[in-house]
């Protein structure tokens, strides 16, 4: 089964570099009660995401810069094992941030810059950033990409020698400059521990905000560098997408778009069949085995796992749950549902929470199954509810039959045993056990246990038939 690729868990971090992840005094649109950090993208908050990528620079410690309002973020993600927080108490700018975060990183020789906001990062690329910064000496390493405008982006500025000088804001450019195609800088960047800490120290804050911006740091290098010294700038080139930082709804639709047709491509890849691949919604951390097919309108969300050689949909909409190998998923919900190799499901049914199928299990049209296990090669084909129930394998559970779990204050347990045969319209008012290769007959109210190989009719039910002996080896 192909998954979410992650890094490689064997190469050693590197004790030397950390990561520094802004969340702290972004602005925002999002209109929205829920910080933007927490927000999702392809299922994943975005926050999260970035972390993500960073981790696949193998940094020795990555830390979160947040504001007093969001200072239990990494705790709410899930991820406070791994990244440390540090509150930056008003929101002065990149650069205060950063200082912040390096006053809290002792011993590093670099810091690698991202922002918690722009969740299009792959790893690869803040691996190569990493990389660029150790290799060649620079004090700063910027990410850039090039765009058809540069619209709103500082413009990366070049020498003759294609050495980065500067980089140029709107308010300070020639609109000339920055008409067609255009380097721009995505604010991501690496630098030299000691020297940021001194730098950020000494840098003025803007005479417009106040504020103190980690991209001036740029011209600072390139103007405190000696003769025959290296050139303290150094770029690498990642893609479009890095660029794409989240400031309001129509960005993070944008990201979201653009990160599932990035999954879409993975798992197409790995061997993933999609009929319409523009229709259908995948999660970042989904699994899909080779030769499955993804027809179109599905949505498979978060912490699902697909084993190979299923068919999913058309319509299927699957959160949480796990699919084995050769399942075929027809217009039906399965939410934290577990499906055995060979079955199959729907359409217009529902697998809530505890739905537990075996291998080979038929489950037809409007069923609905909650907290039950179902044995293999069970069948249930119309119409039916099973909640809070275990279904014997090879039992047949007839059109319109119910388990009746449920007394408006407790939840009571179904057992229905091997081979059994339930008949259509059947409510089996629990708790109570059906025999293995027991039956009862259609419109039956059962209240009482029916024994093995026993046949049970009416409202209520009575036993009208019992198994000879060894009648139920027989599967009588």
């Known amino acids: 089964m192909d998954d979410v690729s992650e890094p490689n868990a064997s190469t050693p971090a590197d004790r030397t570099v950390a990561v520094v992840i802004l969340a702290a005094g972004a602005g925002s649109r999002m209109r929205s009660a829920v910080p933007k950090p927490r927000h999702p993208v392809a299922g994943r908050p975005m926050t999260a995401l970035v972390v993500d990528a960073a981790a696949g620079a193998r940094p020795g410690r990555m830390t979160l810069v947040v ?94 020698a294609g050495r980065v000088l500067r980089i140029v804001e709107r308010a300070d450019d020639d609109p000339a400059r920055r008409a067609g195609p255009t380097e721009i800088n995505s604010g991501m960047m690496a630098l030299d521990a000691d020297w940021a800490r001194a730098a950020l120290a000494d840098l003025p804050p803007s005479a417009t905000t106040g504020e103190y911006y980690l991209t001036d740091l740029v011209a600072r290098a390139v103007a405190d560098r000696r003769d025959g010294a290296p050139w303290p700038v150094e770029s690498v080139q990642g893609p479009a997408d890095v660029a794409l930082g989240i400031n309001d ?174 008949g259509s319209d059947t409510i089996l008012r629990a708790p109570v056990s059906v025999g293995d290769d027991a039956r009862t007959g259609a419109g039956s109210v059962v209240t009482k246990d029916v024994p093995a190989g026993a046949t049970a009719v009416g409202v209520p039910a009575r036993i009208i038939r019992r198994s000879r002996p060894n009648e139920t080896e027989k599967g009588a």
């Open 67 to 160: 504001g007093p309002q969001t200072s239990d973020l990494a705790a709410r993600l899930g991820f406070s094992d791994r990244v440390s927080t540090v509150v930056q108490p008003s929101p002065r700018g990149t650069g205060d941030a950063v200082l912040i975060a390096l006053a809290a990183l002792a011993y590093v020789q670099g810091v690698v810059v991202l922002y918690a906001d722009h969740p299009l990062l792959e790893a690869e690329t803040g691996a190569e950033l990493v990389e660029k910064s150790k290799t060649s000496g620079a004090l700063a390493t910027i990410l850039t990409t090039t765009l058809p405008n540069a619209a709103g982006y500082g413009r990366i500025e070049r020498d003759a």
């Open 249 to 422: 709804r129509s960005e993070l639709a944008a990201a979201d778009t653009r990160l599932r047709q990035r999954v879409r491509e993975r798992l197409m890849q790995a061997g993933v069949s999609f009929v319409g691949p523009e229709t259908s919604f995948i999660d970042v951390d989904v699994a899909i085995g080779s030769d499955t097919t993804i027809l179109p309108f599905s949505v498979i969300g978060s912490g699902t796992t697909i084993g190979a050689s299923c068919t999913i949909g058309p319509h299927a909409v699957i959160h949480g749950s796990r699919i084995g190998d050769g399942v075929t998923i027809r217009g039906s919900t399965l939410d934290g549902a577990i499906v055995g190799p060979g079955s199959d499901v729907g359409p217009y049914s529902h697998l809530r929470p505890g739905a537990t199928l075996g291998e080979r299990v038929h489950i037809g049209n409007f069923a609905e199954i909650k907290n039950s296990r179902i044995g293999d090669d069970a069948k249930s084909g119309h119409f039916s509810y099973l909640g809070d129930a275990e279904v014997g394998a090879g039992a047949n559970i007839g059109a319109g039959a119910i388990t009746a779990n449920y007394d408006g204050e407790r939840k009571f347990s179904t057992t229905i045993g091997a081979r059994a045969f339930i």
